[in-house]
T-cell receptor
């Protein structure tokens, strides 16, 4: 079956702009999580959505937001982009929410902020 | 707060040699423990996880890890390295008291396999 699909795969923005990233989870998966990966900070949890509700949120400023739709697809938005927002943004889906669950990751959206 | 430390950002082994990637965690209660692997330009894939029960956990591709509570460790091993094992490996923990999916990752260890 199809894996986690993230679009776009690559994008370039300038400071001050905003960006929206999309994630389609594996069919039947209702939990979607987002992570930011950078060389300096590593992998950091952004937020998790389950059944259209945010379950957990990481320690990121309010410029980072997300949502989940009724078909479990998710989007994340970053407003007023900063150079430090350049990163690989990974989406992961899971059948259910729960601390012991297996996450299935997409290949990521690589954002470059100039 | 939980934290994960992976000793050695880069590990190099010869093909056929033992692979040992170290992971130590800090948590007020024993967490759930995971190892993920990331190949270049790809997302992460679960190798194995420990939630409860037997402390020696076997995963995919011949990897295994042992949970040692007294040492707060969850080291990853493989008896014989293969060239295809070259990748970045991440140890992660989650708080079993949390109802959601939220992983805290270590900094990663890049494994290089020499022919």
């Amino acid at each position: 079956k199809a894996g986690v699909t993230q679009t776009p795969r690559y994008l370039i923005k300038t400071r001050g702009q905003q960006v929206t990233l999309s994630c389609s989870p594996i069919s039947g998966h209702r939990s979607v999580s987002w992570y930011q990966q950078t060389p300096g900070q590593g992998l950091q949890f952004l937020f998790e959505y389950f059944s259209e509700t945010q379950r957990n949120k990481g320690n990121f400023p309010g410029r980072f937001s997300g949502r989940q739709f009724s078909n479990s697809r998710s989007e994340m938005n970053v407003s007023t982009l900063e150079l430090g927002d350049s990163a690989l943004y990974l989406c992961a889906s899971s059948i259910r929410t729960g601390a012991d669950g297996e996450l299935f990751f997409g290949e990521g959206s690589r954002l470059t902020v100039l | 707060a939980q934290s994960v430390t992976q000793l050695g950002s880069h590990v190099s082994v010869s093909e056929g040699a033992l692979v040992l990637l170290r992971c130590n965690y800090s948590s007020s209660v024993p967490p759930y423990l995971f190892w993920y692997v990331q190949y270049p330009n790809q997302g992460l894939q679960l190798l194995l996880k420990y939630t409860t029960g037997a402390t020696l956990v076997k995963g995919i591709n011949g990897f295994e890890a042992e949970f040692k509570k007294s040492e707060t460790s969850f080291h990853l091993t493989k008896p014989s390295a293969h060239m295809s094992d070259a990748a970045e490996y991440f140890c992660a923990v989650s708080d079993r008291r949390n109802a959601g999916n939220m992983l805290t990752f270590g900094g990663g260890t890049r494994l290089m396999v020499k022919p």
